[in-house]
């Protein structure tokens, strides 16, 4: 049945691609990307190469209605041989996207704001993950919602700004809260 039917979708395409090339090359990749997306439990955005830079796995996680304030997640990669910086972040779901930290403290877990950001040196790569290093959405604009995405401008210190899409996967499947700190008060 599978079979059948991709057989006759692209017997469709081969005609349409005699009748109009770019359109049938454009839904074709479009349909191939969106097949191998499904695919994958857990939503990470593709890989994005910005200079010496790559960033992969962006990912946040869906959030309740009100919720004030969700993290930001991704992999930086420095393949350069200077030290670079994230410095900033930006999106038009929150006025203030913050560079947070999150450690143990006298056994206490605490988030703190880096306002020098994260130094990703040469030739290494700096993991922004829950628990830990983060993009904080302050003052959430609207919910993240599974299976879209949320766009965020990254600011960079010397290869300056690169907008990407971070992927929103599922609401706190992993029962690990790092937000707790600001939804106190
Ligand atoms: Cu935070």
């Known amino acids: 049945m599978i079979r059948m039917f991709s057989t006759a979708a692209l017997a469709a395409a081969s005609l349409a691609l005699l ?3 770019s359109f049938a090359d454009d839904h074709a990749a479009a349909h191939t990307d969106h ?3 499904a695919d994958h439990d857990v939503a990470h955005a593709p890989e994005v190469i910005f200079g010496d830079l790559i960033l992969g796995g962006a990912f ?6 009100n919720a004030p304030v969700a993290g930001g997640y991704l992999t930086i990669t420095n393949s350069g041989d200077t030290a670079e910086r994230l410095i900033d972040a930006e999106s038009p779901f929150s006025p203030d996207v913050q560079i947070h930290e999150m450690s143990v403290v006298n056994d206490v877990m605490e988030m703190r704001q880096l306002p020098d950001g994260i ?8 993991t922004l993950a829950p628990g830990g ?11 993240f919602v599974e299976g879209e ?3 965020v401008t990254l600011v960079f210190e010397t290869a ?6 971070l992927a929103v996967g599922a609401f706190g499947a992993s029962g690990h809260d790092d937000h707790s700190a600001h939804e106190g008060h």
């Open 35 to 37: 097949a191998a997306h």
């Open 133 to 143: 290093l983060h993009l904080m959405f302050m003052q959430l604009a609207q919910p």
């Open 119 to 126: 130094e990703i040196p040469a030739g290494e790569t700096v």
């Open 60 to 65: 946040t996680r869906a959030t309740l209605p």
């Open 19 to 21: 009748a109009a090339p």
């Open 160 to 165: 300056g700004r690169i907008d990407i899409d």
């Open 149 to 151: 995405t949320v766009p």
